[in-house]
């Protein structure tokens, strides 16, 4: 008798507004288990329990899900001088182009140039290349929160940098705006579609139907940009 067993990658919306995939592996046994593994969330399920049946299990497990993929290493960038690197910035394929030089790191066109005084601490490189990323990030963050606040007659006291694992942003009560650094990567598009997700927190601090109303409003495109984040989320951890 041949066991059967069958896959299929999925996506579900948590509580707190975050979409993840996961791996569903449904056959013959008696109850859901969930695995967190280096690629993410891993369901094995009873081949006849429905979907939905599924994701309310997960929901019930979200605290344990988020505390431990926030405890992955995602796979970091691995730079070489010998063969050219890829990255994306604002949606865009850079190529990295690395030489021995003064600290500096500067683009032109679809080029990212990085000068660093030594090229076989890899370590070190990374380190100084994803700090300027983040630098960069938050400079255009704070150029497109401000933007969207302003339009939306929206006051904002702070904009900062998050690095967690499982949300793309968050919003709180002193009215300051957390955006993960790895959206940079993202098409403006998404990134725009995240920032005014978390503002319209600032009027209400749920996912209520009027919460959902107030996105559309002000960024009537928002299930376009859901579904191409979650398209690409994954990726977006490649780089760390």
């Avoid at 182009?97 to 090229?119: A, H, M, R, W, Y």
Wanted: hydrophobic letters at 40%.
């Amino acid at each position: 008798m041949f066991e059967t067993e069958l896959q299929s990658t999925e996506s579900i919306e948590l509580l707190n507004g975050t979409t993840i995939n996961f791996l569903l592996i449904k056959k013959y046994r008696r109850s859901i288990g969930l695995k967190i593994t280096k690629d993410g969330l891993i369901v094995h399920a009873p081949i006849l329990m429905t979907k939905s049946s599924i994701k309310k299990a997960i929901i019930s497990k979200q605290k344990w899900i988020e505390s431990k993929l926030d405890l992955i290493n995602v796979s970091p960038i691995t730079f070489s001088i010998s063969s050219l690197q890829t990255f994306n910035l604002l949606g865009k394929a850079m190529t990295l182009q690395c030489s021995t030089g003064p600290k500096k790191i500067f683009v032109k066109g679809d080029e990212c140039f990085l000068s660093f005084n030594d090229l076989n601490n890899q370590e070190k490189l990374k380190k100084y290349f994803v700090k300027w990323l983040k630098d960069y990030a938050l400079d255009y963050f704070k150029a497109r929160v401000y933007l969207h606040s302003k339009n939306n007659n929206l006051i904002v006291n702070n904009v900062l940098l998050s690095n967690a694992k499982t949300k793309w942003g968050t919003c709180n009560y002193k009215r300051e705006v957390r955006l993960n650094w790895r959206l940079i990567q993202a098409s403006t598009f998404i990134i725009d579609y995240v920032i005014c997700h978390e503002l319209s927190h600032l009027k209400f601090m749920n996912h209520s139907k009027q919460f959902w109303d107030l996105v559309e409003d002000i960024f009537p495109d928002y299930k376009e940009a859901q579904k191409q984040l979650k398209l690409i989320g994954f990726h977006l951890y490649q780089l760390d």
